[in-house]
């Protein structure tokens, strides 16, 4: 197991940060994609608690369960990146290597390459004739393209409404600086497809553009990983093409089967098609990969939720928010799970704590009506229609639902197939649609979403 460590940013400039944290997440990419069988790569937001703390080695060996580390630094001179890494064995602390490689900047893609061949002879891998030639690869791409799209990075992991629309505009500058740049189309694809599920733009355009994006990284590399995890994304959330999206989610794994983010992925792909035991495999090995990251156990947590393991939900969700208060889906999930549990009172003070509007508002009227409270419930369940009935029709039938007000559940499910919205990708194991389940009418739209009935 390896931990890379946050870049140093020696540049001078406050503002290269970015650059540096961008860099650390393009080295663990670019190392995770080595024999995973031999050796484990610790995701980025587990290694970025360390950054600007003086940790010493032998701690984050016992906090990661690691057995090496990577220590890197960037300076900039002109137009040139020098970038200092160092692989230091933890359990005696000696350095096994260390090496500078001065690039010019629209060149710095290939310092990952030439990091990850220099770490598989240190630590001994061996590499396919496959990973040898991608090693082997020419990664050229604009200085100020590649500025963009770290600049897009930073932003869309900060994940707020105002961020989402930043990275959003740095993903499209990349792709106008350099149209042959796959990775920031990957990006682009991605931020518009968030953008459709947290309610900022229509499902149908989004999709539309998210797809286009992501078709064109993968005509640029079709061995891009990251590529086929998003298109399985849009066959998913999109399509209703449960077949696709597992076929490009394999895909995916196959080319980097270290990566958490595509386990996760992977993981909640399996479980919205029922298939738990699988799910929770994925979601448990994504923790491993990146043990102090709320997304990962968050992930883990929704799983479970699916899977109806409540009170182990409810546990992994509490650990992501002792990680990280503002960690997506956070407070939301934890309601979600309070009420399931029968908790109501303990679920309203948690949905204060949502960020985003349409997610309160959605969870208002259940945990009212959970509470008895009726005339509550129903004014904030009217409020929600009022204002998200063009783009959350899903979350009003979940509502109808857990009220048992079939008839109109089942109207609003028909408005979100017909606004082909991403939410209806639950449908099959969402605990707050389970009232309908013995009704002819849920199997019937099931089949309208391909979805297997079992």
């Known amino acids: 197991m390896l931990a890379v460590l946050p870049f140093e940013n020696l540049t001078g400039d406050p503002n290269k940060e970015y650059l540096a944290d961008g860099l650390t997440e393009e080295t663990i990419s670019q190392l995770g994609r080595l024999n995973p069988e031999q050796l484990g790569v610790i995701a980025r937001t587990s290694v970025m608690g360390y950054k600007h703390k003086d940790e010493r080695l032998d701690q984050i060996g016992r906090d990661l369960s690691v057995q090496y580390v990577l220590e890197n630094s960037l300076r900039e001179t002109g137009n040139h990146l020098r970038l200092t890494a160092q692989l230091i064995q933890v359990k005696d602390q000696t350095h096994l290597w260390s090496q500078d490689y001065d690039y010019p900047a ?14 598989a002879r240190q630590i001994q891998i061996r ?30 992991q900060r994940n707020t409404n105002k961020d989402t629309d930043m990275a959003a505009k740095y993903y499209e500058r990349a792709t106008q600086l350099d149209p042959s740049f796959a990775l920031a189309w990957v990006g682009l694809s991605r931020v518009r497809n968030w953008q459709v599920n947290i ?49 490009s989610i394999r895909r995916a794994i196959a080319l980097e089967p270290g990566d958490p983010a595509i386990l996760q992925s992977a993981a909640s792909s399996a479980a919205t098609l029922g298939r738990f035991d699988e799910a929770l495999r994925l979601a448990h090995r994504a923790v491993n990969l990146d043990p102090l990251s709320p997304g990962s156990w968050e992930c883990l947590s929704e799983n479970e939720f699916l899977a109806g393991q409540l009170d182990e939900a409810a546990a992994h969700s509490k650990k992501a928010l002792d990680l990280s208060p503002d960690a997506w889906p956070g407070p939301f999930l934890l309601s979600e799970i309070y009420v399931m549990q029968g908790r109501p009172q303990d679920a309203l003070p948690e949905i204060k704590l949502i960020r985003y509007d349409v997610q309160r508002a959605f969870l208002y009227p259940i945990a009212y009506y959970a509470l008895g409270q009726r005339k509550e419930s129903d004014a904030a369940l009217s409020k929600l229609i009022t204002k998200y009935h063009a783009s959350n029709a899903y979350e009003i ?3 109808y639902a857990f009220r048992n007000q079939f008839d109109e559940a089942f109207e609003w499910l028909g408005r979100a197939y017909t606004q082909r919205e991403s939410s ?5 194991v969402d605990l707050f649609l389970k009232r309908l389940h013995n009704d002819p009418r849920f199997a019937a739209f099931l089949k309208e979403l391909n979805l297997p009935p079992d």
């Open 424 to 428: 209806l990708i639950e449908t099959k």
């Open 397 to 399: 039938a979940q509502i």
């Open 127 to 156: 590499l396919t004739s496959q990973q040898q030639a991608e090693l082997a690869r020419s990664h050229q791409v604009n200085p100020e393209a590649f500025d963009a799209y770290m600049q897009g990075y930073y932003f869309f």
């Open 199 to 247: 309610g900022l733009i229509p499902a149908e355009e989004g999709h539309r553009r998210a797809r286009e994006a992501v078709e064109r990284a993968l005509e640029l590399n079709p061995n891009l990983a990251e590529a086929h995890a998003q298109m399985a994304r849009i066959k998913r959330q999109g399509d209703f093409d449960w077949a696709g999206a597992d076929n």
């Open 106 to 119: 629209k060149d710095i893609l290939n310092v990952e390459d030439d990091v990850a061949k220099a770490v």
